[in-house]
Nanobody, 122 residues
Framework: QVQLVESGGGSVQAGDSLRLSCAASGRTTRMMGWFRQAPGKEREFVACIWSSSGNTYYADSMKGRFTISRDNAKNTVYLQMNSLKPEDTAVYYC?????????????????WGQGTQVTVSS
C-alpha cells in the first residue's frame, strides 16, 4: 500500500508560481507522477519522475514551465509550476505508478492522493 498526500495548491494570478508537494508513505514506488483534472475534462498527465534514475518526463504543454523533482530522503515529490495560466486551473493529483505500460495513462497508476486545487485568475 502507498499513501499519498498533496499540498501546496491555492489561488494565484496569471504569471505567478506555485510549488506542489506530495508526501508518500508505505512501500517504495518505481515512479511518481502528477496529473490534473479541470472541470468537465478528463484527468491528464502532467509529469513523472523515476525513483532510481531521477529521469523525468513531461506533457508537451507543460515543458519549460513545470518542473518535477523528488527528495528521496523525505519521500516527497514536488511540482514547481511557473508562469501559470488560467488554463492551468485544475485539481492536481499525485500518483504512484504500479503498471508496466504508458506513463501517461491513469490506468497505470494504482495509488492516488486526494488532490489539491490550483486556481489561476487572469
Amino acid at each position: 500500500q502507498v499513501q499519498l498526500v498533496e499540498s501546496g495548491g491555492g489561488s494565484v494570478q496569471a504569471g505567478d508560481s506555485l510549488r506542489l508537494s506530495c508526501a508518500a508513505s508505505g512501500r517504495t514506488t518505481r515512479m511518481m507522477g502528477w496529473f490534473r483534472q479541470a472541470p468537465g475534462k478528463e484527468r491528464e498527465f502532467v509529469a513523472c519522475i523515476w525513483s532510481s534514475s531521477g529521469n523525468t518526463y513531461y506533457a508537451d504543454s507543460m515543458k519549460g514551465r513545470f518542473t518535477i523533482s523528488r527528495d528521496n530522503a523525505k519521500n516527497t515529490v514536488y511540482l514547481q509550476m511557473n508562469s501559470l495560466k488560467p488554463e492551468d486551473t485544475a485539481v492536481y493529483y499525485c500518483a504512484a505508478y504500479t503498471g508496466s505500460g504508458s506513463m501517461w495513462r491513469t490506468s497505470e497508476y494504482n495509488y492516488w492522493g486526494q488532490g489539491t486545487q490550483v486556481t489561476v485568475s487572469s
